[in-house]
């Protein structure tokens, strides 16, 4: 057995994907194709390494979860189908995604997690600090996903420093929804929970704010990881990050999907254009500057120191430089 053909320890189901298999499904796939067979689809849960954990559509198809070995680059939230049977079946291709959540790093750009619809970026209130240019830098990344975002503050329990309540009032004023939690105290989390319903939500935010603790309150069965090795997923057999879980159902309510992230210290947006960025900060897309292509970058005739608040405008400068 190659090295990367091993089972992973613990992980069940797992079925090992060796060069000989894989010319074994091809063939099964192919037979499968002549009889007319349809292959069946999944939601990619989680991805180990190499290896994906898959939610299969219909209890049918077997067991509900299945690990299967992916050559493909999928990530969670991607819509895969299936081809073959039993330890033969495959991932057989994924769906166009609907929606691509980004972000750049010193490995290059990378896709965080696909088809999901609200990024709910996750703050403190005092521990750690609150840090108004990483919200900045999310909720771009949000907007560049084609995806909505909402705001959530955390650790509400442990008081509301003024500061932090002026920046969230600013973000309310934007048109974003705002939560004040407290997941230790269950504070607000009906409200929340209602929200998240009828969606899948991403919660993301700096290490150590309390993504996994709201989760583990809305989702009580859920374990999330927690002490990533390495925030980009690097290191054998470690979550390369996104992990989804479904909501416990809420009577008369769509179902739901919540997927933790790993902690981060920093979020690039290296992959956004120039121009466009302007068009993820609402206060700055519709200025009427001397030139209409202004970049609200300190040029002759630009009103956007008027217009906005100024930590917004360090933040969307500071951007513009990291754009391409
Ligand atoms: N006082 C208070 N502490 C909280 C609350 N939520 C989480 N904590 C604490 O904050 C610490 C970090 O919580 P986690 O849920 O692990 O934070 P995380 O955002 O998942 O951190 P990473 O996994 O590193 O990204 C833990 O010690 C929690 O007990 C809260 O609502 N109030
Ligand atoms: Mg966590
Ligand atoms: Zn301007």
Redesign the pocket.
Known sequence: MRDDDEEIPGQEGFIPFSTGRARAAKAARSRLRAAGATACSATVVEMVGKWVRIRMDSAASGLAERRLRVKAEVVAGDRVWLEGEGDMQVVGGFEPRRTELRRSGNSGVRVVCANADVLAI?SATQDPPFRAGLVDRMLVAAGSAGMTAALVL??C??GMPEEVLERLALYEDLGLPVFM?????GKNMAEFREFLHGRTTVLA?H???????LLRALVPNAEPK?GHVDEWGRGRHTTTGACAFDLPDLPGKPPGVVVDL??VREYGVGFVLRPELRTHFPELVDLRCRYADCLHDGEDGCIAGEHSDPIRLESYQKLLEECV
């Open positions: 996750v955390n650790k329990d442990t939690l407290s997941a230790l105290q935010g290490s150590g704010v309390g993504k996994s603790s927690v790993p902690g």
